[in-house]
């Protein structure tokens, strides 16, 4: 964000001047200054920093014969008891949150088009504290994965199965259980056989011993398909799945961490009487306001391409 | 922004937080709705469904884009060049999800083609035959030890 001192004070919400001096030459390109244009411009190569990374996760989940299934993995939520099972309400919840902070940031916008000092900082203290509550709630999504869930960047315990099958009674050391005739005994479950269906999500548990994640290898009898009559150890899912979730939603959280420092930087200087001083509408309010609605816009994509897809 | 009344700028945000609330709030319905969480017997797992369902949402989230970029960043009021040149280069993105979603389509049927040959048995070239291995037709590692 290029510093307007006030000599190169202007006025976006009135009329433009003709023959201003703003760019230093006699005409500012597109009716815009040069800070505005060139966020515009920062923003263009961040969603396309953001649309390569979206693209891998879909050309890697292309690639793949099955993906976890989002309502499965993200079903969380605070203050709950271990699980309960509320599919996406929790990231409904988090979207919300950053609806609520971008509108706020409109407001602050706005109130800096007025001149209003008081306005612009308590919109903007809304907008911080929106963002803050946004980056705690990550956190609580990537622990419960990491800590509860096991998930890494290179490790996926949830996956979903291939065929149709059965899962089978293992012994002491973990291997599978023969019956009289030779073929694998099922695993009895509330009195009925523990079938899986293709396409069904499943989470390997881990167990931590000396700080190592080992995760619980179960084994399936398969009864239909290209496995038919074959047993087999249940896999872990495609390992690419947590480095992606972490890395892209990381550095999407980033951005919002980011944002809440430019944020709180020029919230201070508003309430300083700094931009007052420019007149110029609060012009760098609206640089900010220009990136903090980026990050909700990322969001949309995130939200859409992690969890509803 | 600058021919709106102020009055009318504070509605623009109260329809913009509305717009999106509700369109995220449909979106989650949608998701829960396909995916067999509201009621079981009605699902879009797999088949035409689940492809309407996927177009839906993208549809969705692209509406609450441009309700971003054009209300709440003042696209709308941006002159025509500004708008272009921020629009435009993004568009590039379509051929971007083409080509490398079929990429994506492509390393997995490459990987499929890779883990069967892995499995195939083969047998020396019987006396008189050419040189080499053969082939076993149909084993694909089933029988192989």
């Given at each position: 964000?290029?510093?307007?001192?006030?000599?190169?004070?202007?006025e976006?919400?009135?009329?433009?001047?003709?023959?201003?001096?703003?760019?230093?030459?006699?005409?500012?390109?597109?009716?815009?200054?040069?800070?505005?244009?060139?966020?515009?411009?920062?923003?263009?190569?961040?969603?396309?920093?953001?649309?390569?990374?979206?693209?891998?996760?879909?050309?890697?989940?292309f690639?793949?014969?099955?993906?976890?299934e989002?309502?499965?993995?993200?079903?969380?939520?605070?203050?709950?008891?271990?699980?309960?099972?509320?599919?996406?309400?929790?990231?409904?919840?988090?979207?919300?949150?950053?609806?609520?902070?971008?509108?706020?940031?409109?407001?602050?916008?706005?109130?800096?088009?007025?001149?209003?000092?008081?306005?612009?900082?308590?919109?903007?203290?809304?907008?911080?504290?929106?963002?803050?509550?946004?980056?705690?709630?990550?956190?609580?999504?990537?622990?419960?994965?990491?800590?509860?869930?096991?998930?890494?960047?290179?490790?996926?315990?949830?996956?979903?199965?291939?065929?149709?099958?059965?899962?089978?009674?293992?012994?002491?050391?973990?291997?599978?259980?023969?019956?009289a005739?030779?073929?694998?005994?099922?695993?009895?479950?509330?009195?009925?056989?523990?079938?899986?269906?293709?396409?069904d999500?499943?989470?390997?548990?881990?167990?931590?011993?000396?700080?190592?994640v080992?995760?619980?290898?179960?084994?399936?009898?398969?009864?239909?398909?290209?496995?038919?009559?074959?047993?087999r150890?249940?896999?872990?899912?495609?390992?690419?799945?947590?480095?992606?979730?972490?890395?892209?939603?990381?550095?999407?959280?980033?951005?919002?961490?980011?944002?809440?420092?430019?944020?709180?930087?020029?919230?201070?200087?508003?309430?300083?009487?700094?931009?007052?001083?420019?007149?110029?509408?609060?012009?760098?309010?609206?640089?900010?306001?220009?990136?903090?609605?980026?990050?909700?816009?990322?969001?949309?994509?995130?939200?859409?391409?992690?969890?509803?897809? | 922004?600058?021919?709106?009344?102020?009055?009318?700028?504070?509605?623009?945000?109260?329809?913009?937080?509305?717009?999106?609330?509700?369109?995220?709030?449909?979106?989650?319905?949608?998701?829960?709705?396909?995916?067999?969480?509201i009621?079981?017997?009605?699902?879009?797992?797999?088949?035409?469904?689940?492809?309407?369902?996927?177009?839906?949402?993208?549809?969705?989230?692209?509406?609450?884009?441009?309700?971003?970029?054009?209300?709440?960043?003042?696209?709308?009021?941006?002159?025509?060049g500004?708008?272009?040149?921020?629009?435009?280069?993004?568009?590039?993105?379509?051929?971007?999800?083409?080509?490398?979603?079929?990429e994506?389509?492509?390393?997995?049927?490459?990987?499929?083609?890779?883990?069967?040959?892995?499995?195939?048995?083969?047998?020396?070239?019987?006396?008189?035959?050419?040189?080499?291995?053969?082939?076993?037709?149909?084993?694909?590692?089933?029988?192989?030890?």
């Amino acid at each position: 964000m290029a510093d307007n001192s006030v000599a190169h004070a202007h006025e976006t919400h009135g009329a433009h001047q003709e023959g201003g001096h703003n760019w230093e030459g006699a005409a500012e390109p597109f009716k815009a200054s040069y800070g505005k244009l060139m966020m515009w411009y920062f923003l263009v190569s961040d969603a396309f920093t953001f649309a390569g990374f979206l693209i891998a996760y879909g050309a890697l989940r292309f690639s793949m014969p099955s993906w976890p299934e989002p309502d499965f993995v993200f079903a969380s939520f605070p203050f709950l008891k271990e699980g309960t099972h509320w599919p996406l309400v929790f990231v409904t919840f988090m979207t919300f949150v950053l609806i609520f902070s971008s509108v706020t940031m409109v407001r602050a916008v706005q109130e800096g088009h007025r001149e209003n000092r008081r306005g612009v900082v308590f919109w903007m203290f809304l907008t911080i504290l929106g963002g803050a509550v946004f980056l705690g709630s990550q956190a609580y999504e990537w622990t419960t994965l990491i800590v509860k869930e096991n998930v890494s960047v290179s490790r996926n315990p949830f996956g979903r199965h291939l065929n149709d099958g059965y899962l089978v009674e293992l012994d002491a050391q973990g291997q599978p259980v023969m019956d009289a005739n030779g073929r694998p005994k099922p695993l009895m479950k509330d009195g009925a056989i523990a079938e899986v269906k293709k396409g069904d999500s499943y989470l390997l548990h881990g167990h931590r011993h000396d700080g190592k994640v080992e995760l619980e290898q179960p084994y399936i009898f398969y009864t239909k398909g290209s496995d038919a009559g074959e047993l087999r150890p249940v896999e872990p899912g495609p390992k690419a799945f947590g480095a992606l979730f972490f890395f892209i939603t990381g550095f999407h959280g980033f951005h919002v961490f980011s944002g809440v420092l430019f944020l709180s930087i020029i919230a201070i200087n508003a309430a300083s009487g700094l931009y007052a001083a420019r007149k110029n509408g609060y012009e760098m309010v609206e640089k900010i306001g220009l990136y903090w609605h980026f990050v909700d816009l990322v969001w949309v994509f995130v939200f859409l391409v992690f969890y509803l897809l | 922004m600058s021919h709106l009344s102020y009055e009318d700028q504070k509605k623009l945000v109260f329809r913009g937080l509305m717009i999106l609330g509700i369109i995220t709030l449909v979106e989650v319905f949608i998701a829960l709705l396909a995916k067999g969480h509201i009621s079981h017997s009605i699902h879009f797992k797999e088949g035409f469904g689940h492809y309407l369902y996927m177009l839906l949402m993208i549809g969705f989230s692209l509406y609450k884009a441009y309700f971003i970029i054009f209300y709440f960043m003042h696209m709308a009021y941006e002159v025509r060049g500004l708008v272009l040149s921020v629009l435009l280069p993004t568009s590039l993105l379509v051929w971007a999800i083409i080509a490398f979603f079929q990429e994506g389509s492509s390393w997995g049927a490459r990987r499929e083609l890779i883990k069967e040959k892995d499995e195939e048995s083969v047998r020396p070239a019987p006396a008189g035959q050419p040189q080499g291995y053969y082939i076993i037709p149909g084993t694909n590692g089933r029988n192989n030890g």
